[in-house]
């Protein structure tokens, strides 16, 4: 079934998220992280046809792609608040994004190693309680109750400085 959707919809899936974030790179990304999707849901695949599995890529590919502009806007915002003078002066782009993965992994290091990858794979990578339930073994109430530790504790930290 792989072989068949990477032959069918790899150039599609690839021009089509180019389209929608303007850089190659981040396009390769953008489908790869689908199809890393794609094998997470391989029995809903497995039960589609041909077009239904099309659909489902490029569905999939567009909600990855809104959830990083969101995460993305996010980050911005939050750096505009922590930034000198409340963010009156636009940073340089560069800089921000270097500032904001600095300020980012060092507040991210105040959380344990697991609360840390459960934190970084909902926020970062999109994954949802119930996905997440499934990868830990836990249920996903317990995965929002470990979330909302993790952001509480987080919040702390960027409060305190």
Do not use: S
């Not at 150039?11 to 190659?24: E, P």
């Not at 980050?75 to 300020?103: R, T, Y």
């Not at 909302?148 to 919040?155: E, F, M, P, S, V």
């Amino acid at each position: 079934m792989w072989e068949a959707l990477y032959e069918n919809f790899w150039d599609r899936l690839v021009h089509y998220c180019a389209r929608l974030t303007r850089d190659q790179t981040r396009a390769e990304d953008l489908a790869q992280e689908t199809f890393l999707r794609a094998m997470q849901h391989a029995e809903l695949l497995a039960g589609l046809n041909l077009r239904q599995q099309k659909a489902w890529l490029f569905e999939t590919a567009h909600n990855l792609f809104c959830d990083q502009a969101r995460r993305v806007a996010r980050e911005q915002e939050l750096l505009a608040q922590l930034a000198p003078g409340g963010g009156a002066d636009p940073p340089d782009p560069a800089a921000a994004d270097a500032l904001a993965g600095v300020e980012t992994a060092a507040l991210l290091n105040q959380l344990d190693p697991e609360a840390r990858a459960l934190f970084q794979l909902r926020y970062d990578e999109g994954y949802n309680a119930a996905e997440l339930g499934q990868l830990f073994g836990q249920p996903p109430a317990t995965i929002r109750t470990r979330l909302l530790k993790a952001r509480n504790t987080l919040k702390k930290h960027l409060t305190e400085e």
